[in-house]
């Protein structure tokens, strides 16, 4: 079975500074992954995925994430975090019910980023 | 620009009142996807239309239930809400069901249940 976990619930930084959010997933086959982020009171907007291409992502905002089959790691990072990116951020695996053809979602519980001045 | 849309974004209903919560898209997408997300944790599936082709997951209650008249609009109906319904409820649509399909999610309905 496939799953998600995001290794911290909250990580905090001063403006300005790098920003890290850790996932690491589980999958017996290639993997589909997606990094999502939620502001407060609001939908879920798609910052990058993975679908088998590049292992280096890039997406919006500044962010990328790196996949690592070798470490089953897809974390998020930017160069220098900017107060409009706090957030939850979830990392995400799309599911591989029916060989691939259902595209489900299973999401890890998220990661709170605060942003201090 | 294209889009989805829910309405309301804010809902209070009475506990056991049914109720209904609305999404529609622009993108003309095949399947639309109804989440539930309680406070600070991750969203969970309801279920999902592919096209006209309705999609339980197996542990949605009865409770929930939903109707996609077209391809641009798609319902949840709560028919008897319990606090315990209390919610964000997110719609989503992708343009094809498959595991590289990312989904397009709108802004969400928050339901209160007095």
């Known amino acids: 079975a496939q799953s998600v976990t995001q290794l911290d619930s909250h990580v905090s930084v001063s403006e300005g500074t790098p920003v890290l959010l850790r996932c690491n997933y589980s999958?017996?086959?290639?993997?589909?992954l997606f990094w999502y982020v939620q502001h407060p009171n609001k939908g879920l907007q798609l910052l990058l995925k993975?679908?088998?291409?590049?292992?280096l992502v890039k997406g919006i905002n500044g962010f990328e994430a790196e996949f690592k089959k070798s470490e089953t790691s897809f974390h998020l990072t930017k160069p220098s975090a900017h107060m409009s990116d706090a957030a939850e951020y979830f990392c995400?695996?799309?599911?591989?019910?029916?060989?691939?053809?259902?595209?489900?979602?299973?999401f890890g519980k998220g990661t709170k980023l605060s942003v201090k001045p | 620009d294209a889009m989805v849309i829910q309405n309301p974004r804010y809902q209070v209903t009475q506990f056991g009142k049914p109720v209904t919560l609305s999404c529609s898209q622009t993108?003309?997408?095949?399947?639309m996807y109804w989440y539930q997300q309680k406070s600070s944790q991750a969203p969970k599936l309801l279920f999902h239309?592919?096209?006209?082709?309705?999609?339980n997951e197996a542990d949605t209650p009865d409770n929930f239930q939903s109707r996609r008249p077209n391809t641009s609009f798609c319902f949840l109906d709560i028919r008897s809400p319990g606090l315990g319904d209390a919610a964000m409820y997110l719609c989503?649509?992708?343009?094809?069901?498959?595991?590289?399909?990312?989904?397009?999610f709108g802004p969400g309905t928050r339901l209160t249940v007095t």
């Open positions: 239309y592919y096209d006209k082709d309705f999609n």
């Open positions: 993108l003309n997408h095949n399947v």
């Open positions: 993975y679908t088998s291409a590049a292992t």
């Open positions: 999958s017996s086959y290639s993997p589909s």
């Open positions: 995400v695996v799309s599911d591989r019910r029916n060989g691939g053809s259902q595209g489900n979602l299973i």
């Open positions: 989503a649509t992708s343009r094809e069901r498959g595991q590289t399909y990312e989904q397009y």
